[in-house]
């Protein structure tokens, strides 16, 4: 059998195995003042069930390698196992290219586009806003422009969709999208927008449009089903701003350190990937 093949039915298996196994990670909030640092924990915690199935892919990879182009017969079993996880990839593809195609014709005022992003303005609702209040909106959907935040939206409903059918991987996603619009409101008010005047404007995109958010696109009014957090971010406006930095340096070790593990798995895979791989597949 030829080892692409071989290797994308052990892709399949051990990395789906593996992203199955880590999506019970807790959903849980976690816990920060700033809202710049919350969204780069809920970041942190969204990718962290992926790093066993990357370190997996990176040792395979490494197998890959080094086995010659003609590899060992998948027996039956391991291939019916594959194909639950094949499954999983076919809807998470689905899904992503759905999102990527859809338009955003009523959408009042948001982010859009996954290489260029732009913000989009409803008529009707600029009509609304008072200056102070228009001008604060359009530096919190700056914020979405310049972090590219449709793009990372898209990211993320990929990634969730990878870890069905577990419902902790949709609410990771959930916290991560709502720390999301806490860190941009932050980023706004640190350009020197009131936060009155951007929790006006908030709650005048509720009132305008109160349908779920789009999976890639960063609207001005969030995650408009959850009462709490729209209450929550209210108050959090109304509060003087919290200085904290965010914790790159972390974000950076955190990187470093997964990095370090797929040169690892990659190396090991190159010299030990044989002789496993011949006894999973039931190989003498």
């Known amino acids: ?9 052990l892709v399949a298996l051990l990395c789906g195995s593996a992203l199955t196994a880590a999506g019970w990670w807790p959903a849980r909030s976690p816990v920060a003042s700033s809202g710049r640092v919350l969204e780069r924990r809920a970041w942190r915690r969204l990718w962290l069930p992926f790093v066993p199935a990357v370190l997996l892919f990176a040792a395979l990879c ?26 999983v990839l076919l809807r998470a593809a689905w899904r992503a290219l759905r999102s990527a195609m859809r338009a ?19 008529p009707d609702i600029a009509a609304r806003l008072d200056a102070p209040a228009l001008a604060a909106a359009l530096a919190h959907e700056w914020a979405h422009v310049r972090h590219r935040d449709p ?21 990771r996603y959930r916290c991560w999208r709502q720390a999301l619009e806490l860190a941009r409101d932050d980023e706004a008010r640190g350009d020197g927008v009131a936060g009155p005047d951007l929790a006006a404007a908030i709650l005048s995109a509720l009132r305008f449009n109160q349908s779920a958010p789009l999976p890639s696109a960063a609207t001005l009014g969030g ?3 959850d ?3 729209v209450k929550e971010r209210i108050a959090r406006l109304m509060r003087p701003l919290d200085p904290a930095p965010p914790d790159e340096n972390q974000s950076r070790a955190w990187l470093l ?4 593990g797929v040169v690892v798995a990659a190396v090991l895979g190159t010299t030990f990937g044989e002789p496993v791989v011949r006894s999973l597949l039931l190989v003498v």
């Open 227 to 229: 009462a709490a957090f």
């Open 223 to 225: 995650d408009a089903s």
């Open 62 to 87: 490494g197998w890959a390698v080094v086995e010659p182009a003609d590899a060992e017969r998948v027996p039956t079993g391991l291939l019916l196992g594959a194909l639950p996880f094949a499954a």
């Open 257 to 260: 350190g997964v990095a370090f």
């Open 104 to 122: 955003h014709g009523k959408l009042t005022i948001g982010t859009v586009g996954l290489f260029r992003p732009r913000i989009v303005l409803a």
């Open 1 to 9: 059998m030829d080892r692409e093949i071989v290797l994308a039915i």
């Open 151 to 171: 793009m990372r939206l898209w990211l993320a409903q990929v990634g969730s969709d990878l870890c069905w059918p577990w419902p902790l991987a949709a609410a």
